[in-house]
């Protein structure tokens, strides 16, 4: 069965980075979009950035700049490296599977298969 693991969170001063992983199984990981999502406790998750088979990637404005998402096909892997870490950054961060191969909107509607969280603390 499709399956994604995250990993790769951690504590860190403002300033600084991390770089999050999503191992996937179960289906190939160059054939669907993938992406990016956090959620703070009580509000609704939102897209962060996503990744298509071809490479083009879509960022959340918030995110511009000091994030950024890659893949690597041949370890069935894709990333989020994250720098100029910001307290406003602090939350839970899920890696995800689109629906299709094509580059989809930071919209939860458009995944299908989740991974079941890392925790980012950014302190001041």
């Known amino acids: 069965q499709v399956q994604l693991v995250e990993s790769g969170g951690g504590s860190v001063q403002a300033g600084g980075s991390l770089r999050l992983s999503c191992a996937v199984s179960?289906?190939?990981?160059?054939?669907?979009?993938v992406g990016w999502f956090r959620q703070v406790p009580g509000k609704k998750r939102e897209g962060v950035a996503a990744?298509?088979?071809?490479?083009?990637?879509t960022y959340a404005d918030s995110v511009k700049g000091r994030f950024t998402i890659s893949q690597d096909n041949a370890k069935n892997t894709f990333y989020l490296q994250m720098n100029s870490l910001k307290p406003e950054d602090t939350t839970l961060y899920f890696c995800?599977?689109?629906?299709?191969?094509?580059?989809?909107?930071?919209?939860?509607?458009?995944?299908?298969?989740w991974g079941q969280g890392t925790q980012v603390t950014v302190s001041s």
């Open positions: 990744i298509d088979t071809d490479g083009s990637a």
């Open positions: 179960g289906y190939a990981d160059s054939s669907y979009c």
């Open positions: 995800a599977r689109g629906y299709a191969p094509r580059l989809l909107p930071l919209l939860t509607r458009y995944f299908d298969y």
